[in-house]
């Protein structure tokens, strides 16, 4: 399916209030467009109306009668059958900014001319001479005065429609806008559901900077098309269709000439799509890599400036930003060419037709043409080209918000798997890995056929060299990746029966480098999960031995903390993760780097922290510092992927192995750092 087709299925989830607001668009749009043809009523039938055949009558029966000279008259299109008429009717011609008065019917054709009284009326090869009276203002004031009621009332008439069309552009202003934030939120929502869907893998491959830009950057352009383009070009469409009607209604001929006007606004947002989306996709792809690369300079500041890597920093974002500069400018030269500089070419082109058309009627004696039919005509060319140039201008946020479009579907349709948080029954905790091969890239292997089974309550470690698949063996476990081969079972269930989101159910981690989120301490222990109290997370933390600091601070368990919790130790910081663990009672709980990096004295009270964690539970430990693990129940020595050795502490020491020269190099290292 292609973007357009998806952008329009989104909107039409919420149809309802896009369809009210599109009604109140077209009455909006029909009551605005009535005012040329209320102005042409107004000037041919009543301000002009006075020139015309009047009829006289025997009394002054009505408002419509005119008395000139103490005869009684009436226009000739206002008699009804009641009104008695004399024979004979007058004219009343306007001839520059006089009017006459002829006492016989005359043509109100062709060209007329005035000497004196004598009035020269010429059509074609024919002439006709009549004589008139010149009426005086207060002659010819009688003759307007019927109208002045008329005038009112269609002003009024007007003035009306104009507020009652101010009313429901309101509420499709209103409504349009509306639906398009329900359509963006449930887009955001459904983008942000699905990258929770989406494998690690694929966050390993993306910056982040990326991923947000997507999500934020890319899906605000959506917004725009929404909000703003939606309403304006459907306003534009339903407009310019009004004044279509209305054209024809007045002249069939210019209407059709009119017509032309589509195909030309069609070729010319045929050739913006061409150009404006090749470079607005550079535009939008350049931004997520400026996104990535602020998001990437920002996280690693402290080591950009302690490695005076200041400059190098900033040429790589003047790449990103002049890439960016160059394809803005290309953009903009083309909104140049094809906006409100060729709207306007193309208004004065139609003019001109519009004068030659007209013009050609002067060369026809017998051709009348109203100052009305003129002034509407006028007023609705005028008025088509508005809509004409609001289309345009959208182009940009037009070809922006496709491909933004493009970008936010693509991430939608990258392979993820439903979020599957049915509850699964609490595993005792047995892990049995059969035959197990990984490779992160399907070729590289870091774990070859690998087989070992931990039974629940036991504390399992490995240990190993950097690359020898401590890290990958959690990352299978904890199904951020599935193997290419073999067989993972925990309590004899495949963990690929389960979905991923069941598997963690029962698993708690504490990482090496342990994250916090903006909160409290307490909502870090919590994670927001209703299930675990605030009193829970409490104990949790006493247990690990983090009240030892918390309870210093001015608002203790309530302290608010950091992105990332920067304003605690890396110690802090690894207690209450201990305690997030913990609250959550995992059946597993895998501990990677726990006490990496940690001073000797904070590492005491982790080791302490650490045995309240591991009780009851099945323990997986990754450690590099042979020492924190000596009372494990087994260690796995790890090699390339393969275990060479497996036993506990005394056992693998007796062997004089991997394990044994891996301990007494850490003990060398020790006795010399202590010299």
């Known amino acids: 399916m292609s973007t357009e087709k998806r952008l329009v299925a989104y909107a039409w989830q919420f149809k309802k209030g896009i369809i009210i607001g599109l ?13 040329p043809l209320i102005a042409k009523k107004v000037i041919d039938d009543h301000i002009l109306g006075v020139e015309g055949i009047w009829q006289q009558v025997e009394s002054n029966d009505d408002r419509n009668t005119v008395t000139y000279k103490g005869d009684y008259y009436k226009r000739s299109d206002r008699l009804e059958e009641e009104d008695k008429a004399i024979e004979g009717a007058s004219t009343v011609l306007g001839i520059g900014s006089s009017y006459y008065f002829v006492d016989k019917e005359v043509t109100l054709q062709g060209k007329r001319t005035i000497n004196g009284n004598s009035i020269t009326i010429t059509t074609g090869s024919q002439q006709m001479e009549v004589m008139g009276d010149k009426l005086s203002l207060s002659e010819i ?12 009332y269609l002003l009024g008439l007007y003035m009306l429609l104009l507020i009652i069309a101010g009313f429901f552009q309101f509420y499709q202003t209103f409504l349009l806008q509306q639906a398009s934030n329900h359509i963006v939120k449930k887009m955001r929502n459904d983008l942000f559901t699905h990258i929770q869907g989406i494998p690690i893998n694929y966050y390993v491959d993306q910056p982040a900077g990326k991923i947000v830009a997507r999500i934020t950057n890319d899906t605000e352009a959506i917004r725009d098309l929404y909000e703003r383009v939606l309403s304006i070009v459907v306003t534009s469409v339903i407009y310019m269709g009004g004044i279509f009607i209305a054209l024809f209604i007045l002249d069939v001929k210019l209407a059709a000439l009119c017509l032309l006007i589509i195909p030309l606004l069609y070729g010319w947002m045929k050739l913006y799509k061409h150009y404006g989306t090749k470079y607005n996709t550079v535009i939008r792809s350049t931004i997520s890599e400026i996104n990535g690369n602020i998001n990437e300079a920002i996280q690693g500041m402290s080591i950009i400036q302690a490695f005076r890597r200041e400059k190098k920093t900033k040429e790589d974002f003047e ?90 579907f693509e991430l939608m349709d990258y392979k993820g798997e439903a979020v599957i948080d049915k509850p699964v029954k609490r595993y005792r905790g047995h892990v049995h890995f059969d035959q197990v091969s990984f490779a992160y890239n399907d070729k590289d292997y870091v774990l070859n056929e690998l087989s070992f089974e931990i039974k629940p309550g036991q504390t399992a ?10 890290s990958s063996i959690m990352n299978l476990l904890f199904r951020f990746y599935d193997p290419q081969t073999g067989k993972i079972t925990i309590d004899g269930i495949s963990t690929q029966e389960w979905s991923r989101q069941q598997v963690r159910s029962h698993m708690g981690i504490v990482l090496q480098d342990p994250f916090l989120f903006s909160g409290t301490i307490t909502s870090n222990v919590t994670m927001n999960d209703p299930t675990i109290t605030k009193e829970t997370a409490i104990k949790a933390l006493k247990a690990v031995g983090a009240d030892r600091f918390i309870e210093k601070l001015p608002n203790q368990y309530e302290e608010k903390v950091t992105e990332g919790g ?33 001073d000797t004295e904070t590492e005491m009270v982790i080791q302490q922290a650490l045995e309240v964690l591991k009780a009851g539970r099945t323990t997986l ?24 050795e497996k036993g506990n502490h005394n056992e693998l020491m007796k062997e004089t192995g991997y394990y044994y020269q891996m301990y007494q190099m850490q003990q060398g290292l020790k006795a010399n750092s202590a010299v």
């Not at 470690?461 to 401590?470: E, L, N, R, Y």
């Not at 059946?587 to 990677?592: G, S």
């Open 23 to 35: 009604i109140c668009l077209i009455i909006a749009v029909s009551l605005e467009l009535a005012g």
């Open 141 to 152: 004031y009688p003759f307007f005065k019927p109208e002045q009621r008329p005038i009112l």
């Open 319 to 408: 790449v990103l930003n002049n890439r960016h500069f160059t394809f803005q400018r290309k953009l903009v030269k083309l909104s140049a060419l094809t906006s409100y500089n060729l709207v306007t070419v193309f208004r004065n082109l139609a003019f001109v037709g519009f004068i030659w058309y007209f013009g050609s009627f002067s060369l026809e004696p017998t051709s009348v043409i109203s100052i009305g039919l003129l002034y509407a005509f006028v007023d609705y060319l005028n008025r088509l080209f508005e809509p004409v140039t609001d289309i345009v201008n959208q182009l940009p946020l037009i070809e922006q918000a496709r491909v933004a479009g493009n970008r936010v």
């Open 461 to 470: 470690a490995f240990v190993g060299h950097t690359g020898s698949g401590k």
């Open 566 to 598: 920067t304003t605690f130790s890396l110690g802090e910081r690894q207690l209450i993760s201990f305690a997030r663990a913990l609250a959550f009672d995992p059946a597993i709980l895998i501990l990677d780097e726990a006490t990496a990096n940690i």
């Open 621 to 644: 430990v990754i450690a590099h510092r042979l020492s924190t693990i000596q009372q494990a129940d087994i260690i796995f020595v790890l090699d390339h992927g393969k275990i060479m």
